[in-house]
C-alpha cells in the first residue's frame, strides 16, 4: 500500500448501480413503488415553494416526455427529432402547468432493503429504508426537502396500491425514473481536503506523478489532488455509506440538531453516475455505451438531476430519531 495512514480511513460504500427497469413494492429500487403502509398518511409538503418565473410541470408529462425522447431515439439517424404530432405535445408540456398552491405529496425516491444493501445501518427491528422528496427547491439550500422511513417489511402486509401523487413537480429532473439497483461494495477513502495537512500533502504529490503520466488535457490535467480524489477516493454516483464528494465547498462537520454527534452519510443521491473526472469508476458493461449518444445517458439512469450535483442524506449514528441533514456537493 501507497499510503499505510490511508488504511484505517477506509469505509465499506454500496454503489447501487440504478438501471431502468420494473421494480417492485417488495423490491429494493431508486424511483420505485414503495411498500406503504395503508394505516398511514402519505407524506405532503407544505412548502414554502417559492415560485422561480418558470412553471411547473407534472409526473405525467414528464413521463410522456421521456417516452417521446426514447422514441424518437430509437428511430434510425437522419429523422427529424420528433414528429410534428409529437412535437405538438412536446411544446405543450413546455408550457408547463402554474404552480401550486396546495400541498404537495411526496415522491419516492429510493427503497433498500438490507437484504441487497447489507451495510445500510438500519434501527433495530427495521429492515429497509424508504426515502422521498418533495419535488421543488425550499429556502436555504433551493434543494427538494427529503423525508426518510425504516420500516420492518415482514409486519406490512396491507400496502398502498396507488399512492397520491403530486399536483406539480418543479422540474423534470426532479422525477426519478423506475430503476432497479445493482449493488456493488467498493472501499472509499476522504476526498484530500479531508485529510489532514502532512498526508493530504504527500498524497497530493503522488496524484500529481501519477497525473503526469496521463495524456496531456485529460480530465485530471487540472489539480494535484484531482486523480486521487475523482478516481480512486470517493465513488461517483447512487451509492450507500461511504465519504463526501466535497466538490464546492470545503469539508464542513454536520453535527446533529439533537446530540451534536457527528451525523454520517447515509445515501448519496447524484446526478451523473460518473463523468469526465472519473472513467475508472464506469462498470464494465456500460463502457460501451457510455461512448455512444443514446437516451437515456447510461450515466444518467434515474434521469434525477439536483442541479447536476450530488445530493447526499445524512443520519446521527446514535438514533434514528434524530432529524437527518441533506448536504448539495
Ligand atoms: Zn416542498
Ligand atoms: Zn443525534
Known amino acids: ?62 413521463r410522456l416526455l421521456r417516452q417521446l425522447m426514447t422514441a424518437a431515439n430509437n428511430r434510425p439517424a437522419g429523422d427529424m427529432l420528433f414528429t410534428p404530432q409529437e412535437q405538438e405535445v412536446v411544446d405543450r408540456i413546455d408550457r408547463g402547468r402554474p404552480w401550486p398552491d396546495e400541498p404537495v405529496a411526496m415522491l419516492p425516491v429510493a427503497q433498500l432493503y438490507c437484504r441487497d444493501v447489507p451495510h445500510l445501518r438500519v434501527p433495530e427491528q427495521a429492515d429497509m429504508l424508504q426515502v422521498l422528496w418533495c419535488p421543488f427547491d425550499h429556502p436555504e439550500q433551493q434543494i427538494p426537502k427529503t423525508a426518510l422511513f425504516w420500516r420492518s417489511s415482514a409486519l406490512l402486509t396491507d400496502v398502498v396500491a396507488s399512492p397520491p401523487q403530486p399536483v406539480a413537480v418543479q422540474h423534470e429532473g426532479y422525477v426519478p425514473q423506475p430503476c432497479l439497483i445493482h449493488p456493488e461494495l467498493v472501499t472509499e477513502y476522504p476526498a484530500p481536503l479531508e485529510l489532514e495537512q502532512g498526508l493530504r500533502e504527500q498524497v497530493e504529490q503522488w496524484s500529481a506523478r501519477q497525473k503526469a503520466g496521463a495524456a496531456p488535457g485529460s480530465a485530471y490535467d487540472q489539480a494535484e489532488s484531482a486523480f486521487y480524489q475523482y478516481e480512486l477516493s470517493v465513488a461517483p454516483g447512487w451509492k450507500v455509506g461511504g465519504w463526501a464528494p466535497w466538490s464546492f465547498t470545503d469539508p464542513q ?38 461512448t455512444r449518444d443514446v437516451y437515456p445517458d447510461p450515466a444518467r439512469p434515474s ?23 441533506e448536504l448539495l456537493q
Open 1 to 62: 500500500m501507497v499510503f499505510p495512514q490511508l488504511a484505517p480511513l477506509a469505509r465499506t460504500t454500496t454503489r447501487l448501480h440504478p438501471r431502468p427497469g420494473s421494480p417492485s413494492v417488495r423490491g429494493s429500487s431508486v424511483g420505485g413503488p414503495l411498500l406503504w403502509p395503508v394505516a398511514e398518511a402519505w407524506p405532503f409538503c407544505d412548502g414554502p415553494h417559492q415560485p422561480d418565473g418558470r412553471p411547473a410541470t407534472t409526473v405525467q408529462d414528464v
Open 253 to 290: 462537520p454536520l453535527p446533529c440538531q439533537s446530540c451534536g454527534t457527528p451525523l454520517e452519510p447515509l445515501l448519496t443521491i447524484a446526478s451523473n453516475e460518473w463523468d469526465d473526472s472519473n472513467h475508472s469508476w464506469i462498470p464494465y458493461e456500460d463502457r460501451d455505451d457510455a
Open 303 to 325: 434521469l434525477v438531476s439536483v442541479a447536476g450535483f450530488n445530493l447526499q442524506l445524512y443520519v446521527c449514528p446514535v438514533s434514528p430519531e434524530h432529524p437527518h441533514a
